[in-house]
């Protein structure tokens, strides 16, 4: 059974930094692209960041570049999201997703197969 399982979320304070994980189990998503969504209330699920199959490869929402990294270690099928410089409108609900594709450039949510349950992520002013 493929599971993809988000962990990390939690309060944080303005400025502040949180990173997130995600492990996926069931199989193994070394040929895949990985990618991280957000969703905050009220609102549509949104791109945060992309990372090709090998890692070589990143891509960013504007609404994060500079302030999140995204990171993966194949061999032990993980992916990682850092958070810095944290905004309270970055609170959202943060999601990770495995593509059907290997690069890093898919930032829609139709691009992706499968996805985790969420990690809450909440930004205090």
């Known amino acids: 059974q493929v599971q993809l399982v988000e962990s990390g979320g939690g309060l944080v304070q303005a400025e502040g930094s949180l990173r997130l994980s995600c492990a996926p189990s069931?199989?193994?998503?070394?040929?895949?692209?990985m990618g991280w969504f957000r969703q905050a209330p009220g609102k549509e699920r949104e791109f945060v960041a992309a990372?090709?199959?090998?890692?070589?490869?990143?891509y960013y929402a504007d609404s994060v570049k500079g302030r999140f990294t995204i990171s993966r270690d194949n061999a032990k099928n993980t992916v990682l999201l850092q958070m810095n410089s944290l905004k309270p409108e970055d609170t959202a609900v943060y999601y990770c997703?495995?593509?059907?594709?290997?690069?890093?450039?898919?930032?829609?949510?139709?691009?992706?197969?499968?996805w985790g349950q969420g990690t809450q992520v909440t930004v205090s002013s």
């Open positions: 069931g199989r193994t998503f070394s040929t895949n692209a």
């Open positions: 990372i090709s199959w090998n890692g070589g490869s990143t």
């Open positions: 997703a495995a593509s059907r594709y290997s690069g890093s450039d898919h930032y829609t949510s139709n691009e992706y197969n499968y």
